[in-house]
């Protein structure tokens, strides 16, 4: 008679046999699983539900697209908006972002913004509406100078550096070699001519490299000058400002801002009544060599005498905006307040003034002398100039002398506001002095 077969439930009837140890070892083993295991109903509804997350069906696709075509029908009919408008937008019938459906390269407003929702999204950044007081305005232009420089284009200003510099050069090179220094190629003329044609129409993306080696070269005035700057446009400018003024040196950057930045700034504000977002974002970048800035743009604006309010106000949104190193700020500070006075010195002033720098005594020694060499003058002065003393009285009370607070005090008496200089006396009366603090400190 054969031996019966043992079934699966006498498996463990099969280690009787075993040693103790040994049954402990083969019970502690991990044994392997032959079947499969089958799911249950609520797994088999997940992973149904994440497949149907990831395909959905041409069915279930129609049926969102009609109730979305629906709801945006009666968004519209409750505004009020116009067929027109419904008839020139396309309809989307393609599930997905717009790019898919006009191909990967679309410029459509909804993938690049255009230069108006860029200026609105800069909009604190960006002093766009600039409110000019009529009164303020004619104050400003009474202190102008009568007999201004005479204003030259851009391209007379950077022809007449560069024949200068082409001049001593060639005279030097002929002196040395007998020859005269030789022109440029017609190659790269015609290269910088391309340069140009590029610059004229830019709006956006990539410059052509042979205008991002200009900082590199010796003659880099002389082959701007090919490019014509004048003729840039505002993004162009912009990012012009960003090569010229990581690469120059700081003598450099401060001859391309006085000469190329600073006068395209000032023809933009006199015909448009407001600056050019790109050219207001050029002016911020160029802070990124700070003593040029204030050596090419604000001294020489401050210098010409003819600086309306509507230039101070939008280029000193610049100061109050951005950064600037105290050193910096001083000599600027400094250099505006032993100049010529016109209107818009004021506004400079209070705005560095209200930076609430830890200034050196000599500059507020001069801030001081600059008030009070007005003693003597009898014409009706701004309230910018009445808002100024108050601010520069607010920040710097306590770091005057008790002399150059007396000396202060009969200035109010000359120049009185009826509003602002009860406050500019109160401020200097109750508030210590720097000479007392400093016997205190002696004794």
């Given at each position: 008679m054969p031996k019966a077969k043992a079934g699966k439930g006498c498996a463990e009837a099969r280690g009787l046999g075993l040693g103790l140890a040994e049954q402990i070892l083969q019970g502690d083993a991990v044994k392997p699983v032959s079947?499969?295991?089958?799911?249950?109903?609520?797994?088999?509804?997940?992973?149904?539900?994440?497949?149907?997350?990831?395909?959905?069906?041409?069915?279930?696709?129609?049926?969102?697209?009609?109730?979305?075509?629906?709801?945006?029908?009666?968004?519209?009919?409750?505004?009020?908006?116009?067929?027109?408008?419904?008839?020139?937008?396309?309809?989307?019938?393609?599930?997905?972002?717009?790019?898919?459906?006009?191909?990967?390269?679309?410029?459509s407003d909804d993938e690049w913004p255009t230069l108006d929702r860029a200026a609105a999204i800069a909009k604190q950044e960006y002093c766009e509406d600039v409110v000019v007081n009529p009164e303020d305005e004619k104050a400003i232009d009474m202190f102008m100078s009568k007999n201004p420089p005479l204003r030259r284009t851009l391209a007379d200003i950077i022809m007449e550096k560069i024949t200068e510099k082409q001049t001593e050069v060639e005279t030097a090179?002929?002196?040395?070699?007998?020859?005269?220094?030789?022109?440029?190629?017609?190659?790269?003329?015609?290269?910088?001519?391309?340069?140009?044609?590029?610059l004229c129409k830019y709006r956006s993306g990539k410059l052509p490299k042979a205008f991002k080696i200009i900082p590199a070269l010796s003659n880099w005035e002389q082959i701007l000058y090919i490019t014509e700057p004048e003729t840039w446009t505002a993004a162009g400018m912009y990012q012009a400002t960003r090569i010229f003024s990581?690469?120059?040196?700081?003598?450099?950057?401060?001859?391309f801002y006085n000469?190329?930045?600073?006068?395209?700034?000032?023809?933009?504000?006199?015909?448009?009544?407001?600056l050019n977002f790109h050219l207001y974002m050029a002016l911020k970048k160029a802070l990124f060599k700070p003593g040029a800035w204030f050596k090419g743009i604000l001294l020489p604006l401050c210098e010409s005498g003819t600086c309306t309010l509507r230039e101070a106000i939008i280029i000193g949104s610049i100061l109050t905006k951005c950064s600037i190193p105290v050193l910096h700020t001083s000599a600027a500070m400094l250099k505006i307040a032993e100049m010529e006075y016109n209107g818009a010195n004021s506004i400079f002033l209070r705005l560095m003034i209200?930076?609430?720098?830890?200034?050196?005594?000599?500059?507020?020694?001069?801030?001081?002398?600059?008030?009070?060499?007005?003693?003597?003058?009898?014409?009706?002065?701004?309230?910018?100039?009445?808002?100024?003393?108050?601010?520069?009285?607010?920040?710097?009370k306590e770091d005057l002398s008790s002399e150059q607070k007396e000396s202060l005090l009969e200035l109010l008496r000359i120049h009185c506001h009826p509003h602002i200089s009860p406050e500019i006396r109160r401020e200097l009366v109750n508030s210590k002095s720097r000479d007392v603090e400093v016997g205190m400190a002696v004794e």
């Open positions: 079947r499969r295991k089958r799911r249950g109903r609520g797994e088999q509804d997940e992973a149904e539900a994440e497949a149907g997350d990831e395909y959905v069906d041409d069915r279930l696709s129609r049926k969102i697209l009609e109730q979305a075509r629906a709801q945006q029908q009666e968004l519209e009919a409750e505004h009020g908006l116009g067929r027109d408008s419904q008839a020139k937008r396309p309809k989307t019938t393609v599930l997905g972002t717009s790019s898919k459906a006009r191909g990967s390269d679309s410029d090179m002929s002196e040395i070699s007998g020859r005269p220094m030789p022109q440029l190629d017609p190659r790269v003329l015609d290269v910088y001519k391309g340069v140009r044609e590029v990581a690469n120059l040196k700081a003598r450099m950057a401060q001859r000469l190329v930045l600073l006068p395209r700034a000032r023809d933009d504000i006199a015909e448009y009544k407001r209200d930076k609430k720098y830890a200034l050196p005594f000599r500059v507020i020694d001069a801030l001081v002398f600059h008030f009070l060499q007005f003693r003597t003058d009898k014409r009706n002065l701004p309230v910018l100039w009445h808002q100024c003393l108050l601010t520069f009285a607010q920040r710097y």
